[in-house]
């Protein structure tokens, strides 16, 4: 009689019981991965400033002086950067008038006003944080200061301040064209802003380029 051989292997009802746990165990470990994933994500978006906006913000800001226009004895034409504090930080006001580079083809006006300045959150995660604003006026009126639309360019902002210069010798805090009869040729500017749980300085310089006298 021949020897029958037993094949050693599993069964249909072991693979299946393997197949179960194996989904459990991966089961598992996606809840965990998407739930830390989830945690993080929403961790991160609460803890102040992305670095990307950040420095979105300073080339928007220093990209705009740069293309500063100015006439002098030109009452509707002016550059005025303003001192101010807020809790104890740096809310500098810088209003002035620049050129707009894709005028033709968005049919805009070719000069228009411009104002960079902070305006509180509403609800701020921290006390003394608040909206960096970008306030845009096509019409170059009178009233320099006012009208035109706010656009928000930065959240979780603690303080910006702005420094002028005539040669980068001597800095000053406040500029006015209506008094000095002209621009500073240079412009330096910090936003100290908060990035995940502590407080960032950054810093750019600008050179105010389209000067007609």
């Known amino acids: 009689m021949r020897r029958i051989r037993k094949k050693n292997g599993f069964t249909l009802v072991e693979i299946s019981i393997v197949m179960m746990i194996l989904s459990v165990l991966f089961m598992g470990l996606f809840t965990v991965f998407y739930t830390s994933n989830k945690i993080a ?13 950040i420095l979105y913000a300073i080339e928007n800001i220093r990209s705009t002086i740069t293309r500063t226009y100015f006439i002098d004895n030109q009452k509707r034409i002016l550059f005025a950067g303003k001192k101010e504090f807020f809790s104890n930080a740096n809310n500098d006001r810088l209003a002035f008038a620049t050129s707009n580079p ?26 003394g944080l608040m909206y960096l604003i970008r306030r845009e006026d096509e019409m170059v009126d009178v009233f320099p200061t006012q009208g035109g639309v706010e656009h928000i360019l930065l959240e979780n902002v603690k303080s910006l301040k702005f420094l002028y210069s005539e040669r980068g010798d001597k800095w000053v805090e406040d500029w006015n064209s209506r008094t000095t009869k002209k621009i500073p040729r240079l412009v330096r500017f910090e936003i100290v802003a908060l990035v995940g749980n502590a407080f960032v300085k950054y810093e750019s310089l600008a050179h105010p380029g389209i000067l007609y006298k």
């Open 102 to 127: 894709n005028a033709e083809e968005e049919g805009q006006s070719s000069i228009r006003e411009v104002s960079f300045y902070l305006r509180q959150m509403p609800n701020p995660k921290l006390e």
């Open 41 to 53: 994500f929403k961790g991160s978006a609460k803890k102040g400033a992305n670095r990307k906006d």
